[in-house]
Every structure is written in structure tokens, then in C-alpha cells.
């Protein structure tokens, strides 16, 4: 399972910290990722890592947008900075054995409820 956390409501050029707990099960041996998306439109792949820390980025959001984890924790992170009303969609945490590219991430097997996260302008 995954549950994801760190969602709300902040200005443009703001930051936010999304996190995501997973069980062992589904963390381990795993890409993980992060996707978005907004009503009405398609899912966003955003960010993903590998089980050696390789990274991959939507080409939009890389230098604002850092993906992490912390193997001791189970836990991923999303750090968005200089955030954009654009930004605003439905933040969800996503695992699977695919390769690990960020634009897969939509399709992944396991992922979690979503958090919000709304910018406003």
C-alpha cells in the first residue's frame, strides 16, 4: 500500500514536500514514482527513482521538482519548488517493476489515494 501525505493549499513561487509510505512489500525492489493529475485531463508521469537512485523527470518540471527516498523509511519524496498555478493537480505515489521512466509512472500497478496540492496565482 501507499499513502501519501504533504498536500495543500500554497502561493505561486512557493514550495511544497509531498511524501509517500509504502509497505515493504510493494517498496522493495521497485521503481517508484510520482504522477499527477488534474479534472478533466489525462494522468502526468512527473518524477521517478530507481533502486539505485537513478532519476528521471518529466522535461517540464525538472530543476524545479526533486524526487527522493529514504530506504530505511519505505518512504518517497517530492520536493516542488517555485511552484505554479499550472502544478495544481492530484499528486499520487506509484510503484511497479516497469522500466523506471518517469512517463510510465501513469500506468504503474501499485499506487496510492493522492494528495492535493492547489497553487494559486
Known amino acids: 500500500q501507499l499513502v501519501e501525505s504533504g498536500g495543500d493549499s500554497v502561493q505561486a513561487g512557493g514550495s511544497l514536500r509531498l511524501s509517500c509510505v509504502a509497505s515493504?512489500?510493494?517498496?522493495?525492489?521497485?521503481?517508484m514514482a510520482w504522477f499527477r493529475q488534474a479534472p478533466g485531463k489525462e494522468r502526468e508521469g512527473v518524477a521517478s527513482i530507481d533502486q539505485d537512485g537513478k532519476t528521471t523527470y518529466a522535461d517540464s518540471l525538472q530543476g524545479r521538482f526533486t524526487i527522493s527516498k529514504d530506504n530505511a523509511r519505505n518512504t518517497l519524496n517530492l520536493q516542488m519548488n517555485s511552484l505554479e498555478p499550472e502544478d495544481t493537480p492530484m499528486y499520487y505515489c506509484?510503484?511497479?517493476?516497469?522500466?523506471?521512466?518517469?512517463?510510465?509512472?501513469?500506468?504503474?500497478?501499485?499506487r496510492g489515494q493522492g494528495t492535493q496540492v492547489t497553487v494559486s496565482s
Open positions: 515493504g512489500y510493494v517498496y522493495k525492489d521497485k521503481c
Open positions: 506509484a510503484a511497479d517493476t516497469l522500466d523506471c521512466n518517469s512517463e510510465y509512472a501513469p500506468l504503474f500497478e501499485f
